[in-house]
């Protein structure tokens, strides 16, 4: 706890990332094509970002 408050690096963002490909993977169960599941992961990302 006392590292949290003194440091200040933070893994909100892998966090955030993990929650968003979970997310998917519950979208997208029953397709079999991990190909798909992992281009729609890059598009979220991107689009998350302002990029796309």
Do not use: H, M, P, V
């Amino acid at each position: 706890i006392t590292n949290a408050i003194e440091l200040s690096y933070s893994n909100a963002k892998l966090e955030a990332t993990n929650k968003l490909i979970k997310d998917i993977k519950r979208q997208a169960f029953g397709f079999r094509n991990f190909k798909n599941f992992k281009t729609k992961i890059y598009i979220a990302l991107n689009s998350e970002k302002g990029w796309g």
